[in-house]
């Protein structure tokens, strides 16, 4: 088996990254940056965002620093300073300041636009070719892999290729037909507003009537596709998947004031929507992978660990992933091992992390996007009376900014 080092003195290590999401962008990007020749595969014919509003926690900021975006992510966003979770009648239930885990510590919250952007930016500056309108339906020979695009061309064969074909990824059960990712049966609604009285700053606000209803408005600094100066947040409603026809079909007036009816306050917020096509739907898998290895193929982001985004750590998991996927590679050079060896090297770093999110989301979700009544019975009980336990605040902190992990030690963000 070739090492990494033999590949490199023979040439460039040739990696391919299948989709120009935030994962694919950041791996290539961090890949790239380590010596590597990289191309990136996206299937449509324009990269783009898909998506409103994210939160990303210390943890993803600290992958964005690692990769010298982190002030233009900073910049482009909000911070956001505490995250507010009370019931319609004012009873609080999460309350979570981010000042608690440390000093001077935040979550940012930006428009996917805006991340995308900055993410894209770097690969331009970088000259990273992105191969657009290639949808990859196949792989041939995972050992020295070989690309089969919809267009009927084959790229390849490369040393390593990396799929970030997210959450809903076909080469995912082409390539991995053991692994498994049911959709929940709850979505979301979202949309961007602006906040035109500066009502929702510095904090992440959600409102839960039982498990079935759910708002939520996270200032994510300026709005990329406006001519206003003024701050935009990102709106939140969560459904069940099957009733997305029928809110549809509902006049938008009727659900406006459904929303008026929970939270008073979010009226003057919605007063500018006036038509369905306005607001995007969004559903979300939970994928269940024994590995995310397959010779030289390597699933990363949300193609192998897509999660409810109860947790907001989706993107945080995907951006750290390729940070800590090209420092393994580095290593791996360094030792003289194998591309296979330095990916078995990363998965085993990786995993003690993303499995408790996957874990702590999927234990999670049914608390807030269920039919039950006893979990939001229970919710509403339990988690009042836990903020005043010993170690569960810091326990909900360390979870929130992202750092936790299955194993004693938290992930380590200097
Ligand atoms: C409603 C909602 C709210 C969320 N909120 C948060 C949050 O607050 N914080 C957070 O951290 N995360 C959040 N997430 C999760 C976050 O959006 C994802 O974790 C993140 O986008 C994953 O990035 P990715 O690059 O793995 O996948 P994606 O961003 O989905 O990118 C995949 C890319 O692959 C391309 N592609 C797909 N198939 C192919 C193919 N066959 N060939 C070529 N290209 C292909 C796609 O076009 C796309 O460009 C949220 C998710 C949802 C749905």
Same mark, same amino acid.
């Given at each position: 088996?070739?090492?990494?080092? &033999?590949?490199?003195?023979?040439?460039?290590?040739?990696?391919?990254?299948?989709?120009?999401?935030?994962?694919?962008?950041?791996?290539?990007?961090?890949?790239?940056?380590?010596?590597?020749?990289?191309?990136?595969?996206?299937?449509?014919?324009?990269?783009?965002?898909?998506?409103?509003?994210?939160?990303?926690?210390?943890?993803?900021?600290?992958?964005?620093?690692?990769?010298?975006?982190?002030?233009?992510?900073?910049?482009?966003?909000?911070?956001?300073?505490?995250?507010?979770?009370?019931?319609?009648?004012?009873?609080?239930?999460?309350?979570?300041?981010?000042?608690?885990?440390?000093?001077? #510590?935040?979550?940012?919250?930006?428009?996917?636009?805006?991340?995308?952007?900055?993410?894209?930016?770097?690969?331009?500056?970088? &000259?990273?070719?992105?191969?657009?309108?290639?949808?990859?339906?196949?792989?041939?020979?995972?050992?020295?892999?070989?690309?089969?695009? !919809?267009?009927?061309?084959?790229?390849?064969?490369?040393?390593?290729?990396?799929?970030?074909?997210?959450?809903?990824?076909?080469?995912?059960?082409?390539?991995?037909?053991?692994?498994?990712?049911?959709?929940?049966?709850?979505?979301?609604?979202?949309?961007?507003?602006?906040?035109?009285?500066?009502?929702?700053?510095?904090?992440?606000?959600?409102?839960?009537? @039982?498990?079935?209803?759910?708002?939520?408005?996270?200032?994510?600094?300026?709005?990329?596709?406006?001519?206003?100066?003024?701050?935009?947040?990102?709106?939140?409603?969560?459904?069940?998947?099957?009733?997305?026809?029928?809110?549809?079909?509902?006049?938008?007036?009727?659900?406006?004031?459904?929303?008026?009816?929970?939270?008073?306050?979010?009226?003057?917020?919605? !007063?500018?929507?006036?038509?369905?096509?306005?607001?995007?739907?969004?559903?979300?898998?939970?994928?269940?992978?024994?590995?995310?290895?397959?010779?030289?193929?390597?699933?990363? @982001?949300?193609?192998?660990?897509?999660?409810?985004?109860?947790?907001?750590?989706?993107?945080?998991?995907?951006?750290?992933?390729?940070?800590?996927?090209?420092?393994?590679?580095?290593?791996?050079?360094? !030792?003289?091992?194998?591309?296979?060896?330095?990916?078995?090297?990363?998965?085993?770093?990786?995993?003690?992390?993303?499995?408790?999110?996957?874990?702590?989301?999927?234990?999670?979700?049914?608390?807030?996007?269920?039919?039950?009544?006893?979990?939001? #019975?229970?919710?509403?009980?339990?988690?009042?009376?836990?903020?005043?336990?010993?170690?569960?605040?810091?326990?909900?902190?360390?979870?929130?900014? @992202?750092?936790?992990?299955?194993?004693?030690?938290?992930?380590?963000?200097?």
């Amino acid at each position: 088996m070739q090492t990494l080092a &033999e590949r490199v003195e023979t040439g460039n290590v040739r990696i391919a990254v299948i989709g120009c999401g935030i994962g694919g962008m950041a791996a290539a990007l961090a890949l790239k940056r380590a010596g590597s020749d990289v191309t990136i595969f996206e299937k449509f014919e324009a990269a783009r965002p898909l998506g409103a509003g994210l939160l990303l926690q210390p943890t993803g900021l600290w992958a964005l620093r690692e990769l010298g975006l982190a002030e233009t992510a900073i910049n482009a966003g909000a911070r956001v300073k505490r995250l507010d979770g009370r019931t319609p009648a004012g009873r609080l239930l999460l309350d979570l300041d981010y000042e608690r885990w440390r000093t001077g #510590a935040f979550g940012l919250g930006i428009h996917r636009a805006s991340l995308f952007s900055v993410l894209h930016d770097a690969i331009r500056a970088e &000259e990273i070719p992105v191969a657009l309108n290639e949808e990859i339906t196949n792989i041939a020979a995972p050992w020295w892999p070989t690309l089969m695009s !919809a267009s009927g061309a084959r790229f390849g064969p490369y040393d390593l290729v990396i799929i970030a074909d997210g959450a809903h990824s076909a080469l995912r059960s082409t390539l991995m037909p053991q692994a498994r990712a049911p959709i929940y049966p709850w979505g979301a609604l979202w949309t961007i507003l602006p906040d035109r009285n500066g009502e929702f700053p510095d904090t992440l606000r959600q409102i839960y009537r @039982g498990t079935q209803m759910m708002i939520g408005v996270l200032p994510i600094g300026r709005d990329p596709a406006s001519a206003e100066m003024m701050p935009a947040v990102s709106f939140f409603w969560s459904i069940m998947r099957k009733d997305f026809d029928a809110w549809r079909r509902t006049p938008i007036s009727e659900w406006k004031k459904d929303v008026a009816r929970v939270w008073p306050e979010a009226e003057s917020l919605l !007063a500018p929507v006036s038509a369905h096509d306005e607001i995007s739907a969004a559903t979300y898998s939970d994928v269940r992978m024994k590995t995310w290895r397959n010779g030289r193929l390597l699933f990363l @982001g949300d193609a192998a660990h897509g999660m409810s985004p109860q947790l907001g750590q989706g993107a945080n998991l995907a951006l750290i992933d390729a940070v800590l996927l090209a420092d393994t590679l580095k290593r791996a050079d360094r !030792a003289r091992e194998s591309v296979e060896h330095a990916l078995y090297a990363f998965e085993r770093r990786r995993r003690a992390h993303v499995n408790y999110y996957l874990y702590a989301s999927r234990w999670l979700t049914p608390f807030f996007q269920s039919n039950s009544r006893l979990a939001s #019975a229970f919710r509403n009980v339990a988690f009042p009376l836990a903020r005043n336990l010993p170690f569960f605040p810091g326990f909900m902190m360390r979870t929130l900014v @992202g750092v936790q992990r299955l194993s004693f030690r938290p992930f380590p963000v200097p």
